[in-house]
C-alpha cells in the first residue's frame, strides 16, 4: 500500500520487530478511532472484514495497516488469520465471539471484545487461564467505561471506610441537541436491530433493599424521568439485570443497585406501543410483493386496509388518533403506502424502515452520556452523594461519539496487553485496578473523562 502525504505518519511511533501484531475482526460503525489509533501507536494491523471498502478508508495512509477479507463461517479462513496474529479483537456480532474464541485457544492468542460476557464465553476460563491467556471483554463504553468508572469510586470510597448505599448508572447514545430533530429523538450510531431487540428485554434491579423484576412487555412502563445539566430531562429505563453488579462492583452493603438507559423524553411511550402492536417480532414472515406498511398495520389490528386504518391502530393501542405516539408511528411511515422491504420478519422490516428516516446525515453529532450517582455513608456516619458524569459529542464529519467511547477504551486496553502490562488471565472484564486505571488515564489524554462533583 502507498504511504499517504507523510504529515499523515507524523504521529505513528513504528514499534520494533518484535511489535505484537494485532487482528481486528469487523469493520463496523464504531471499529474506526480504535482502529486509528493502534495504528498510530505503530502496531502491524490486519482488518479483516466481509466488506472492505469502508476498512482499506481506515487503513489508508498507514504502511502498517492492511485489509483482508474474510467470512467468519469459514473456519479454515478464520483460524489463519487468528494464528497469524498475536491479539484478536472482535467487533464482530456477538453471536460470532465464540467461534473466534476457539480459534485463539486452538492458536494460544490474547483476545479482546467489547461485547457482554456470554455464559459460553465464561466457561472458556479455566481453559484460558490454563493456557496463560488474557480474554478481556466488556471493554467499550456500555460495558466498559461505566465499570472501569464506577469501579475506581467504589474503591476509593471503601479504601477510606465507607460504604456505598445507593448506587444508580444510567447511559445512552442519543443525537446532539441541535441535530435532535425527529419526533423519536434518535438516531442510530450502531445497530439497529440491536436497539429494537433490546426493546424486549427483561429487567431486575435491587432498589431500596427489594428486587425487582420487570417483564420484557412491561419495560417501557417503567421510565423515569432525570435531568443532566446542561442538557435538560431525559426518560431512563433499567436496562437488563443489574444485581450480578452487586457482587461484581463489591457492592455488598448497598440496598440500590440498578443500571439503566437514557432517552429522549417520548420514547418510552412510543416504543412500548410498537411493542404492543407485534412488530418486533423475529418470527419469519413473507408478505406478497407491493404490500404497502398501511396493509401491514392493517393485518396486524386485524382490520381492512380499506377501513380508517390510523383509527384502528389508535383504539387498539388506547390512543387518540391525535396522540403524540400515533403522529410518530405516522412520521415513521407505517401508515404509508410505501411497499415494505423484502425482509424475513417484522422486526427486520422496522429496522430498516427506522434506519431510512433515522440516520445521521453527513456532518451530524451523536451524543454520549454515561452517568453514576452515589449516595455514600462515610466512616464517620456522614452521607454524601457523589455524581460522575461523561458527556462526549461526535466530530463533524468526523468520528461519531458512540465510535469514539467504544473503540478507544478497546484500543487502550489492546496496547496494555501488547505491552504485557496487565497480569491477568482468563476471562476477564475491567473491574481491576490493574485495567482500569491506565484504561481511564489513557483515554482521557484522549478527550473521554468523567467529571465527578
Known amino acids: 500500500m502507498e504511504l499517504a502525504d507523510p504529515c499523515l505518519l507524523q504521529n505513528v511511533q513504528m514499534k520494533d520487530a518484535t511489535m ?56 479454515e479462513a478464520l483460524e489463519s488469520l487468528v494464528q ?129 423484576n420487570i417483564a420484557g412487555e412491561e419495560l417501557f412502563l417503567n421510565k423515569r424521568l432525570e435531568t443532566v445539566d446542561p442538557l435538560g430531562e431525559f426518560e431512563v429505563y433499567p436496562n437488563r439485570d443489574s444485581l450480578p453488579y452487586q457482587k461484581t462492583y463489591g457492592l455488598e452493603e448497598a440496598q440500590t443497585v440498578m443500571r439503566c438507559t437514557y432517552r429522549n423524553v417520548g420514547w ?38 380499506n377501513d380508517d386504518v390510523v383509527s384502528k391502530v389508535a383504539k387498539k393501542l388506547n390512543l387518540e388518533k391525535g396522540h403524540f405516539v400515533i403522529q410518530n408511528l405516522e412520521w415513521l411511515g407505517l401508515f404509508s403506502e410505501e411497499s415494505v422491504p423484502d425482509r424475513p420478519s417484522k422486526l427486520d422490516i422496522l429496522s430498516e424502515q427506522m434506519l431510512k428516516k433515522m440516520s445521521y446525515r453527513d456532518g451530524e453529532k451523536d451524543m454520549l452520556i454515561l452517568r453514576h450517582r452515589f449516595v455514600v455513608e462515610n466512616s464517620d456516619n456522614s452521607s454524601e452523594t457523589i455524581v460522575a458524569t461523561l458527556i462526549d459529542y461526535g466530530i463533524p464529519h468526523g468520528d461519531s461519539a458512540m465510535a469514539r467511547t467504544v473503540s478507544l477504551p478497546l484500543a487502550v486496553g489492546v496496547k496494555l496487553m501488547a505491552e504485557n502490562k496487565i497480569n491477568l488471565t482468563g476471562v476477564q472484564i475491567p473491574i481491576m485496578k490493574e485495567i482500569y486505571e491506565p484504561v481511564l488515564d489513557g483515554i482521557k489524554k484522549l478527550g473521554i473523562s468523567m467529571v465527578e462533583e
Open 20 to 75: 505484537k501484531k494485532i487482528l481486528v475482526l469487523g469493520a463496523g460503525l464504531v471499529s474506526k478511532p480504535g482502529i486509528i489509533f493502534l495504528l498510530k501507536e505503530g502496531y502491524a494491523v490486519t482488518v479483516a472484514t466481509r466488506t472492505i471498502e469502508k476498512a482499506e478508508k481506515i487503513v489508508q495512509g498507514f504502511e502498517n495497516g492492511r485489509v483482508v477479507h474474510v467470512v467468519v463461517d469459514d473456519k
Open 84 to 212: 497469524n496474529n498475536d491479539i484478536i479483537i472482535s467487533l464482530l456480532p456477538w453471536v460470532h465471539h465464540l467461534k473466534v474464541a476457539h480459534a485463539c485457544l486452538k492458536f494460544n492468542k490474547l483476545m479482546a471484545t467489547t461485547s457482554y460476557v456470554s455464559d459460553e464465553m465464561r466457561a472458556l476460563d479455566d481453559e484460558a487461564k490454563s493456557k496463560n491467556l488474557l480474554f478481556l471483554n466488556e471493554i467499550g463504553v456500555d460495558p466498559g467505561v461505566d465499570h472501569m468508572s464506577a469501579m475506581k469510586i467504589i474503591d476509593d470510597v471503601h479504601s477510606k471506610g465507607g460504604k456505598i448505599i445507593h448506587f444508580y448508572s444510567s447511559c445512552g447514545g442519543l443525537p446532539a441537541p441541535e441535530d435532535n430533530d425527529n419526533p423519536f429523538g434518535y438516531k442510530f450510531s450502531w445497530s439497529p436491530r440491536g436497539v429494537i431487540l433490546a426493546s424486549r428485554n427483561p429487567a431486575r434491579f435491587l432498589e431500596n433493599g427489594k428486587i425487582i
Open 268 to 305: 418510552c411511550d412510543t416504543f412500548k406501543k410498537i411493542v404492543d402492536l407485534g412488530i418486533v417480532d423475529e418470527t419469519p414472515t413473507s408478505y406478497p410483493t407491493g404490500t404497502s406498511f398501511r396493509e401491514m398495520m392493517a393485518g396486524l389490528t386485524g382490520v381492512s386496509k
